[in-house]
């Protein structure tokens, strides 16, 4: 038996090998004309393989381009289009850098540790209020979905005063949670049927 790991690399994987193997049998045909009508066979193979393609523009061109790729460049087919060379096209880019700003809770990530940083520089009235509202809120959204358990009114009031330096003390009394969802599934599990 022999595995694919121990067979030729493939080219292009998207097209399998067996568009590999056609292309290298076309290569093998002496007679120009009859490699020229394989060349095209083995185009309109990889056209119904790869249908997103005809969604771009020149995706004809592509094709062709793909075909002599796959072949090193090395099949000898008058080709309709003037071929690009993929390895010179293909520059592999930079990679991203990852952020490695720590976060204090991952629950609650960045963006709201930005808005309570926001939070606790505005002045007192009705926008900080409204924007208290919206972040104990989602902040209280945020710790439902990831741990039930610990979910707390106070402790989301604690981490308020926290992540504020204790600029913005909510006292639990005079504070309602709103607009959050606890009927959700999260955690991917499946409902029991109830059996009759």
Not at 61 to 83: F, G, M, R, T
Request: proline fraction near 6%; hydrophobic fraction near 30%.
């Amino acid at each position: 038996m022999q595995y694919n790991t121990q067979r030729e690399k493939l080219a292009m994987p998207e097209y399998g090998r067996a568009v590999q193997d056609m292309i290298r049998h076309a290569m093998s045909i002496p007679d120009r004309e009859e490699r020229q009508h394989c060349a095209r066979t083995i185009v309109d193979v990889m056209a119904n393989m790869q249908p997103s393609l005809r969604e771009q523009p020149d995706y004809r061109q592509k094709l062709w381009d793909h075909l002599a790729y796959i072949s090193n460049y090395e099949l000898d087919v008058d080709y309709p289009y003037p071929l690009t060379r993929l390895d010179e096209d293909s520059t592999k880019p930079e990679p991203l850098t990852y952020p490695s700003k720590r976060i204090r809770n991952r629950h609650y990530g960045s963006l709201l540790e930005r808005l309570l940083a926001h939070l606790a520089t505005m002045p007192e009235g009705d926008d900080q209020r409204m924007l208290l509202q919206y972040v104990a809120d989602h902040m209280k959204q945020s710790l439902y979905d990831w741990n039930r358990d610990v979910m707390d009114d106070e402790k989301i009031l604690s981490d308020i005063a926290r992540y504020t330096d204790g600029r913005i003390m909510v006292d639990p009394a005079d504070f309602t949670f709103r607009n959050v969802i606890q009927g959700n599934n999260q955690g991917g599990g499946k409902k029991k049927k109830k059996k009759k």
